[in-house]
């Protein structure tokens, strides 16, 4: 295999995954999009695979790479199969940790032994083996970048998870005085390190810049809590793709440099949307700094006011008799599995010639497009599903919203000076005729704020498990 057949190899990757990208842009394109990405890592790796016995000279070392391929794409295809979709954020976040933990351990190959990368003679009685200057800090950058990905998407799937005792993997932000104080001194202590690495190639500063990656990682993330999740996965995807991208500079691997860019920058795009539909400022994701207010409002004591409840029977009354209904999913639906349910539901309330629609926050769930993965695995119809800017203009045309499971996304208390989430977009399904919100208790949302809408007085509350609800809805319209 020539070097420029690798070259042109590497190529067409790059445009596969540069056409997946854009696949996945709409739901409808998004089969296609994952086919261009499986057709370009196959690429990729077979590619690599056939360079490695290039510059070997031997097929010798290529078993180790073909078990770790079976390995990991043998649970990676497991954990797709078997993932329930309200774990799919943790998945994610899982992934995540294994690219930054990757990056840091092809860095550390390669400075233990830099000539097996082709970026510094062999030694030969202690002398050579030195890596050009250039080369240490692309290394160092990207072992820090692959280290703070790691622990943080570490810390980010213990708080998704939310099953540990162990206070860091709890959903509740964790502050202490002078904590940015902290991180800033890690940040420069890096710095430091990362020079002392570029000016001697000492082992011992490299692994320091690796330690203090893994330290920065947990202090980065551990502030972060309640509705703020979402950003964070999208920007651990974003830091995931730039450890790649940097330690594909120190190996001259066009391949790594591409498609961590890719990555790197799709998911910061990702975090800025994110933010913006969260009323977040971007820098304070950077630097781990948001997210504690919010979280720190579920704390006080909360007032007792009166709200309406209803049984399905009467939801169903209000759904028959309606012209139009905007459904609006959150993540108690995905706990609760009843995608299904709702779809059948809206089937039968459009037989009755009901005009049926979804409304997606942008932040709805876990993880940015948990809500659309969803609904798109019970085949809900694409041209019914409508992202918030271009459905929110309805809600007021609308004669019932009913709200399954989501809190946060359609709290009015965002529209309130001096509540900690003042200015972030919400769905107005406030504005609906009649509002149906079905939880399974009047517990405040993840965010920790009660909601004024389930106090108004067109809300009727529907308590129980979002599918046996729906289903029971379901079951009164026939």
């Known amino acids: 295999m020539s070097m420029n057949l690798v070259a042109l190899l590497y190529l067409i990757a790059s445009v596969c995954f540069i056409q997946a990208l854009k696949g996945l842009s709409h739901p409808i394109t998004s089969i296609r999009g994952n086919l261009f990405g499986m057709v370009g890592m196959t690429i990729a790796v077979l590619t690599t695979a056939g360079l490695i016995v290039k510059l070997s000279g031997s097929v010798a070392g290529l078993g180790w790479v073909l078990l770790g391929m079976v390995v990991g794409g043998g649970y990676g295809a497991w954990r797709a199969k078997t993932v329930e979709m309200t774990k799919m954020p943790e998945l994610v976040a899982f992934f995540h940790s294994m690219i930054g933990l990757a ?18 003679d062999h030694p030969v009685n202690g002398v050579g083996g030195q890596i050009p200057g250039g080369n240490r800090i692309e290394l160092a950058l990207g072992a820090l970048i692959g280290a703070v990905t790691f622990s943080g998407s570490v810390i980010a799937w213990g708080k998704l998870s939310g099953k ?36 001697s190639q000492s082992a011992m500063d490299f692994a320091l810049v690796c330690a203090l990656g893994f330290v920065i990682g947990v202090t980065l993330i551990i502030p972060i ?60 994701v950077i630097l781990g700094g948001f997210g504690g207010e919010a979280a720190d409002a579920g704390g006080a004591a909360k007032e007792q006011r009166p709200y309406k409840t209803g049984s399905a029977d009467d939801a169903a009354f209000m759904l028959s008799n309606a012209d139009s209904v905007i459904i609006v999913p959150g993540y108690g639906l995905a706990v ?29 769930g876990r993880m940015p497009g948990h809500m659309n993965v969803l609904l798109a695995e019970a085949e809900v119809p694409y041209d019914q599903v409508h992202e918030m800017e271009d459905i929110n203009g309805e809600f007021g045309q609308a004669d019932v919203a009913i709200i399954l499971g ?36 009047m517990a405040a949302g993840y965010a920790g704020l009660d909601n004024d809408l389930f106090y108004m007085d067109k809300t009727m509350m529907v308590f129980g498990d979002a599918k046996k609800v729906v289903e029971d809805i379901g079951k009164a319209i026939e």
């Open 103 to 120: 990056a840091v351990f092809i860095a550390a190959a390669t400075v233990a032994e830099p000539w097996a990368f082709g970026i510094a």
């Open 164 to 199: 540990s005792k162990f206070r860091l993997f709890q959903g509740a932000p964790v502050v202490f005085p002078g904590q940015h104080w902290l991180n800033l001194a890690l940040g420069l202590a890096a710095v430091f390190f990362i020079y002392g690495f570029w000016h």
């Open 225 to 284: 809590g309640g509705a703020d999740m979402p950003v964070v996965v999208s920007m651990l995807n974003s830091y995931s793709g730039w450890a790649a991208a940097g330690i594909g500079f120190s190996l001259n691997n066009n391949m790594l440099i591409i498609a961590g860019s890719l990555v790197g920058s799709s998911g910061a795009i990702l975090s800025y949307i994110m933010c913006k539909a969260m009323n977040r400022s971007f820098f304070n």
């Open 336 to 364: 609760a599995r009843a995608q299904h349910a709702v779809k059948e539901l809206a089937q039968k309330l459009t037989d009755k010639g009901i005009d049926v629609k979804y409304a997606i926050h942008p932040v709805a």
């Open 406 to 441: 989501a809190n946060d996304v359609v709290n009015p208390a965002a529209l309130e000076k001096g509540s900690p989430i003042y200015g972030m977009p919400i769905l107005d399904a406030y504005k609906a005729k009649s509002v149906i919100v079905n939880k399974r208790s």
